[in-house]
């Protein structure tokens, strides 16, 4: 069985969180899982900052980061 099959299986209809997500390692992080895993949820946990909403932050540095290209191509 190779290790790539136990991880989808141990993910598998699993909750996930993820905090730090507007930071590299929780980018990095965020793009594997979405890109690698089927039937899973995602939860992230973003914190305003001055001058910017969640939501903001959200499109910004998550949205619109260059990290997420290979998923962009995958699923536009």
């Known amino acids: 069985m ?10 598998k ?4 969180l993820v905090t ?6 929780g980018k990095v992080i965020l793009e594997k899982l979405l890109f690698s895993l089927e039937d ?5 946990l973003i914190r305003g900052k001055k001058g910017s909403s969640v939501n903001e ?6 949205i619109d980061s260059e990290c997420f290209s290979r998923l962009k191509s995958r699923h536009p």
């Open 57 to 62: 932050r959200f499109k910004k540095e998550i």
């Open 2 to 11: 190779s290790t790539k099959f136990e991880v989808t299986e141990f993910y």
């Open 20 to 25: 730090g997500t507007t930071g590299f390692v």
């Open 40 to 44: 899973i949820h995602i939860y992230i």
């Open 13 to 16: 209809g699993k909750n996930i």
